[in-house]
Nanobody
Framework: VQLQASGGGRVQVGESLTLSCAATGTVDGISAMDWYRQAPGEARELVAQTTSAGVTNYADAVQGRFAMSRDGTKNTVYLQMNSLKPEDTAVYYC?????????????????????WGQGTLVTVSS
């Protein structure tokens, strides 16, 4: 599986941006996709995550401003980002868990059953 993230750029405070992450390859193995971000000098943090039950959870810092969605084919996920703030400036990464087989077998998903996209930079200027 390969993930290609796009849509980053430079925007002003309060503006919106939509990121996309397209998955190619053996996409049937993808059990979940989510978004992370890493600000300069900071650790990578989870932004939005969809659980196996189909519920999407958001980091407190983006709750109510960001929305994650997925297209019907499950091959692309989006992150709609509204009311952007300077503190949203970061490299945004999409991430996929490849746990379909493990889940079908009823065994724990291997820790390395995951793939990362290359990241897309979002810069919010005041």
């Amino acid at each position: 599986v390969q993930l290609q993230a796009s849509g980053g750029g430079r925007v002003q405070v309060g503006e919106s941006l939509t990121l996309s992450c397209a998955a190619t390859g053996t996409v049937d193995g993808i059990s979940a996709m989510d978004w992370y971000r890493q600000a300069p000098g900071e650790a990578r943090e989870l932004v939005a995550q969809t659980t196996s039950a189909g519920v999407t959870n958001y980091a407190d810092a983006v709750q109510g401003r960001f929305a994650m969605s997925r297209d019907g084919t499950k091959n692309t996920v989006y992150l709609q980002m509204n009311s952007l703030k300077p503190e949203d400036t970061a490299v945004y990464y999409c991430h996929a868990e490849l746990c379909v087989i493990a889940q079908a077998m009823g065994v724990p998903c291997p820790a390395d059953a995951e793939v990362w996209g290359q990241g897309t930079l979002v810069t919010v200027s005041s």
